[in-house]
């Protein structure tokens, strides 16, 4: 399996939530015997104080797991140099169209 996202990046959960950006990227099954993603995914700002900048995510995702590790790896603009990790929680979960509402909790060092 392989899919491409470009997918909405807002401050919540909700529908109404304010969008901040883009999450954009790919991910791919990465093992034959569990449900496990491999990510390359890239949080592209576009509003506010952090508008143009970016952080790059790229790691395994085990999506069965209540809450997934990945490794902030890059940034660009306001996030050069960026280094962190990102905790997901999946927050809701339509499996008949396969979206999902994910939510990251990312903590970043950065000059």
């Not at 470009?6 to 304010?18: F, H, R």
């Not at 927050?91 to 990251?104: M, P, R």
């Amino acid at each position: 399996m392989v899919r491409v996202m470009d997918d909405w990046l807002t401050e919540g959960p909700e529908g109404t939530s304010k969008m901040l950006g883009r999450a954009q990227g790919i991910y791919v099954s990465a093992s034959q015997e569990k449900f496990q993603l491999l990510m390359a995914t890239t949080f592209v700002f576009e509003s506010g104080k952090y508008n143009g900048s970016t952080l790059a995510m790229v790691g395994k995702n085990a999506v069965v797991e209540q809450v997934r590790e990945m490794p902030i790896v890059g940034g660009s603009g306001l996030f050069r140099f960026a280094r962190g990790y990102a905790l997901a929680h999946t927050h809701s979960i339509d499996l008949k169209t396969g979206n999902a509402v994910v939510e990251y909790n990312v903590t970043v060092l950065h000059y």
